[in-house]
């Protein structure tokens, strides 16, 4: 069965600094990989999904992930936190029965300070 | 701009009472879930269908909720009755083929608060 777990429930940056969020997977398949966004009173808003074709995936708003097969990992990053960054952010993995739903990891609240 | 529409935004009821949560999918995606997100569940999946048929609904308390999927535009979740344990957000996500590689798109949610 597949699973994401997302290390640190908040992370706090600031304004300028290096943005990296912690994703690592479980799976006995070459998996499909999600990154979300969700800003306050929001719904979930695709960042960037990785689906083998590259190892390295850039998404909206200058973030991108890299996929590393040894290290089970799919870490988000950005290399200059802007305040508008400030959301919970969720890593995902598709389930690879036939419903291929979102399985999400538990979150990670992303606090930019000024 | 195609998007999921979700209504109402926000929801406060009574124990007992009846509550139904509407969901317009992206025209033309053939795979819609429902999800609901609580602090400390984080988010479920409570359901899905593809091509109108709910293929799993293995996720909600069956003696309470219901979903159903009446035409392509309009996917309902039901609770009856509802109790406070039901509060949360509640998303609705269409996927345009339902494919392990293709993203699903959400809603804004469905707040619903049950005193």
């Known amino acids: 069965a597949q699973s994401v777990t997302q290390l640190g429930s908040h992370v706090s940056v600031s304004e300028g600094a290096l943005v990296l969020l912690r994703c690592n997977y479980s799976s006995s398949v070459p998996p499909y990989l999600f990154w979300y966004v969700q800003y306050p009173n929001q719904g979930l808003q695709l960042l960037l999904k990785?689906?083998?074709?590259?190892?390295l995936v850039k998404g909206i708003n200058g973030f991108e992930a890299e996929f590393k097969k040894s290290e089970t990992s799919f870490h988000l990053t950005k290399p200059s936190a802007h305040m508008r960054d400030a959301a919970e952010y969720f890593c995902a993995v598709s389930s690879m029965d036939s419903s291929y739903k979102l399985i999400f990891g538990s979150g990670t609240r992303l606090l930019v300070r000024p | 701009d195609a998007r999921v529409t979700q209504t109402p935004r926000h929801k406060v009821t009574e124990m007992g009472q009846e509550v139904t949560m509407r969901c317009q999918p992206i025209?033309?995606?053939?795979?819609v879930f429902w999800y609901r997100q609580t602090m400390m569940q984080g988010l479920e999946l409570l359901a899905y269908?593809?091509?109108?048929?709910?293929?799993?609904d293995s996720g909600m308390p069956k003696d309470r909720f219901s979903a159903e999927m009446p035409d392509a535009t309009l996917a309902t979740l039901k609770i009856q009755p509802s109790e406070p344990r039901d509060s949360a957000v509640y998303f609705c996500?269409?996927?345009?083929?339902?494919?392990?590689?293709?993203?699903?798109?959400f809603g804004q949610g469905t707040r619903l608060t049950v005193v």
């Open positions: 269908f593809r091509n109108r048929a709910p293929l799993d």
């Open positions: 990785y689906t083998s074709a590259a190892t």
């Open positions: 025209l033309g995606h053939n795979t």
């Open positions: 996500a269409s996927d345009t083929i339902g494919q392990a590689n293709t993203e699903a798109f």
